[in-house]
């Protein structure tokens, strides 16, 4: 276990929260995430997003409201497909809230209107993936009003969709009093609590494959964090901006001005900035590649820089060593691959140890958060990918601005 720090960061946004309004005997239509990753055999392989909901929905249960569950599941594109259908998660839901789920095979039609009629204090209904309508995603007002129907309040517990304008998202609370879930509140309360208000000193880590998918979050941070720690793919386009030659490693040309630009700025505001000083490298990006460490400065043609190496890793490891809070997005290396997993593996361990509020921006760095064994000694993972990163950016989500105003 770690020794983190894991007070959120209160009082963050002025918007009506579930606890603020009476629910009893009221219908709640809960925008959930369960979008949750299914194999080929309509088994769900990770449930962090239907756990992640719990608080709510137990609550909402509890206090005697009648719920009402909604949510998306990848991307059918406007019509009936049973590899999205949100049944796994009906199933998976009702075993972990010991209680049962009644499950629609629609979100629409005389069907829902008439179940919903007939539930009591309590009961539980989980509607069909809202993209089985291309209203959903079209943000149709129609749709939107004819969903507000079915409840009495809306209630936003899908982080990882809140980035979004869609009808679910922005369209119903058009119609009906809005109100932040436990799981929103809580994601906003650590991403955006951490960035605007960190407990010094304030410690980024980014990584991952381009800087092209950072520039917002690295303009965002500039003049908030105390050291900007780079890995991953990225690193390669800051580390050739500089003049070094870094063989076949990935570099975005059309990055090479921003990220000196961003150096220079990021110096010049007192940030202390960390590159890679080794890398493990291979001719092709395969298991079973032949590998050897080098220094950044060594990286041959036709070989590309695929992990941090142990030299990073220390000169890392000790650069988060005063932090009290860290922010981490983004893999140090292709971890996907065992031969180039040991650098991100390594920094998840740092982070972990750290007695520090540790926040992990989700996507990727979740998954290699877990594989690392580490998840329960974080403060924070996030449950949004998309939404984490918006947020890190500064931008303000749709979704959040569409909630009830607190007086
Ligand atoms: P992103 O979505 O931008 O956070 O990128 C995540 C991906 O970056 C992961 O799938 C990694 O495999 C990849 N990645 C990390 N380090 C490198 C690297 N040195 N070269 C190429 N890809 C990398």
């Known amino acids: 276990m770690g020794n983190n720090l894991s007070v959120p960061i209160k009082g963050v946004i002025n918007k009506l929260s579930l606890r603020d309004i009476d629910i009893k005997e009221k219908r709640l239509f809960i925008r959930a995430d369960f979008n949750v990753p299914i194999d080929e055999n309509l088994n769900i392989t990770d449930d962090r997003r239907i756990r992640s909901t719990l608080p709510t929905i137990n609550y909402a249960v509890d206090e005697g409201a009648k719920v009402i569950l909604a949510s998306h599941l990848g991307r059918p594109k406007g019509s009936t497909d049973k590899r999205y259908s949100l049944g796994s998660a009906a199933k998976r839901l009702q075993r972990l809230i010991k209680k049962e789920v009644l499950f629609l095979p629609d979100c629409i039609g005389p069907k829902v209107e008439d179940a919903v009629s007939k539930m009591a204090e309590g009961d539980i209904i989980l509607l069909e993936n809202l993209r089985f309508h291309e209203e959903e995603t079209k943000n149709s ?31 119903i609370p058009k119609f009906l009093p809005s109100v932040a879930g436990f799981l929103l509140l809580k994601e906003i309360e650590y991403l955006k609590g951490a960035v605007d208000n960190p407990v010094r000193p304030f410690v980024s880590i980014l990584g991952g494959a381009k800087v092209s998918g950072k520039i917002g979050v690295l303009e965002n941070i500039k003049s908030k964090v105390d050291k900007v720690i780079v890995g991953g793919g990225m690193a390669y386009t800051f580390l050739k901006a500089m003049g070094y030659v870094v063989g076949d490693s990935l570099v975005e040309e059309d990055m090479l001005d921003f990220a000196h630009n961003i150096m220079k700025k990021l110096i010049s505001n007192g940030i202390k900035f960390y590159l890679p000083v080794d890398c493990i490298i291979a001719q092709s990006c395969d298991h079973g590649a032949e590998t050897k460490i080098v220094p950044v400065q060594e990286i041959p043609e036709g070989w590309r820089a695929l992990d941090i190496g142990p030299a990073s890793v220390k000169l890392f490891t000790v650069a988060l060593s005063n932090a009290k809070t860290i922010l981490w997005n983004g893999p140090m290396g292709v971890f996907e691959i065992d031969a180039f997993s040991r650098g991100t593996f390594a920094i998840a361990h740092a982070v972990a140890d750290a007695y520090a509020l540790t926040i992990v921006g989700g996507g990727d760095t979740d998954l290699a958060v877990n594989r690392a064994g580490v998840s329960e000694s974080v403060s924070f993972i996030s449950t949004g990918g998309g939404a984490a990163l918006e947020l890190l950016e500064g931008k303000n989500l749709p979704g959040l601005v569409a909630l009830t105003d607190k007086k």
């Open 141 to 171: 007002e129609e749709f939107s009003k004819s969903r507000a129907k079915l409840a009495d309040y809306y209630v936003n517990d899908a982080f990882g969709a809140t980035h979004r304008v869609h009808a679910s998202i922005v369209g």
